[in-house]
């Protein structure tokens, strides 16, 4: 089984969301995938233990996943940077670092995007259809934002991007007085 990026957006589709049960027509129509690249990315997700699903359909397992995105990601997929380009902000230039992290004009990283209002450095997507997905959900938005800072980013930035990307996938985990059992699923 060979993980593909698609399977990170998936991922992180799922975990913005944790309570919604994935269901394949709609995960592929927000995130702009084929209904078979969908069901590919969920069974290698499954099958590498990177989420598990509860009794109740709820997204569980978020640790590996953030173990994988802090240590593995940068390594599988490392970013492509590109020419200047339109564009929507990404990695440190984008939600939730932008507040953050002081950067000049010039360090501005955009995914290309003819729809998109900011001029920077393009860094190549995960997926082609990232900027549509993340422009319908600010929460998959934030979370892709911070798997880029991880990509592209320097030191402190990886660093910021990981304690913000630690609360956000693990904040559920183990929440008491929620009954998790996690099933099997195929």
């Not at 994935?22 to 995938?33: A, D, F, H, T």
């Not at 969908?38 to 590498?48: E, V």
């Not at 240590?71 to 507040?99: C, F, N, Q």
Request: aromatic share 4%; charged share 25%; proline share 6%.
């Amino acid at each position: 089984m060979q993980m593909r990026p698609q399977d990170v957006v998936v991922a992180l589709k799922l975990c913005a969301h944790p309570e919604r049960v994935p269901v394949l027509i709609p995960l592929s129509v927000e995130l702009g995938i084929s209904l078979s690249n969908a069901h590919g990315a969920l069974k290698r997700i499954w099958k590498s233990g990177l989420l598990v699903l509860s009794e109740e359909g709820e997204v569980l397992g978020q640790q590996k996943l953030f173990d994988f995105l802090v240590h593995g990601l940068p390594y599988v997929w490392p970013a492509e940077l590109g020419a200047t380009a339109r564009g929507l902000a990404t990695a440190h230039s984008a939600p939730p670092l932008e507040s953050r992290i002081v950067h000049s004009s010039a360090d501005v990283l955009v995914w290309p995007d003819a729809r998109g209002s900011v001029r920077g450095q393009s860094i190549k997507p995960l997926i082609p259809s990232v900027a549509a997905a993340a422009r319908r959900d600010g929460e998959l938005y934030e979370l892709l934002a911070l798997t880029d800072a991880l990509r592209a980013g320097r030191a402190r930035e990886r660093k910021l991007a990981a304690e913000l990307l630690e609360k956000r996938l693990l904040a559920n985990a183990g929440a008491p007085g929620r009954a998790r059992t996690a099933r099997a699923v195929r």
